[in-house]
């Protein structure tokens, strides 16, 4: 939309070794808002590029998603919830990834607690986390409403692997209520 207004406001200094960002602002698309602060390292070397980051506050809409989606999500199946309000902290580099986030929509919420590493390879990624579910309406997001309701529990996973032949996890689940038919 060439009528559309995006604000930018950053404030940083540094190199490509290492660059200090005091504050990142951001607002456009429909309804898509960031603010955030951090340190990014290694950026001249891709293979070893990091830093850490605080998110106070990542908010965004479904159609904002879907937009930037584009077609990927298409035949999924999967349903975003109407917004998304995100805060935390990302620190790590391309081998290995640490997060502590907080995630709240207009579908429930989740706490995600976790270590993940190569990322970029879905046969050997590994991770260790634990995430906390309070009313995620799980149904809705699958394209399943009305046959599984919310769901408010914690679950932890340690394994490596995310397709069919190469997956191998052990998790824990305290499911404190879910809703089914």
Request: no cysteine; hydrophobic share 35%.
């Amino acid at each position: 939309n060439l009528d559309e207004v995006w604000t930018m406001d950053l404030l940083g200094e540094g190199t490509m070794d290492r660059l200090q960002i005091a504050r990142l602002q951001f607002d456009g698309f429909q309804d898509t808002r960031i603010n955030a602060a951090g340190t990014l390292v290694g950026l001249a070397n891709p293979q070893n590029a990091g830093g850490n980051f605080s998110i106070y506050n990542l908010h965004t809409t479904k159609a904002d998603m879907e937009m930037l989606a584009g077609n990927s999500l298409a035949g999924t199946g999967i349903n975003l919830p109407q917004t998304v309000d995100v805060s935390g902290l990302i620190s790590g580099n391309t081998g290995r990834l640490n997060t502590r986030l907080d995630i709240n929509t207009t579908d429930g919420n989740l706490d995600l607690q976790g270590s993940f590493a190569n990322l970029t390879s879905p046969t050997s990624l590994s991770f260790d986390a634990t995430i906390r579910a309070s009313r995620l309406q799980l149904g809705k997001l699958q394209g399943m409403q009305g046959q599984v309701g919310p769901l408010t529990g914690t679950v932890s996973a340690n394994g490596r692997g995310v397709t069919p032949g190469t997956i191998n996890t052990t998790f824990q689940a305290a499911i404190a209520s879910v809703g089914y038919n």
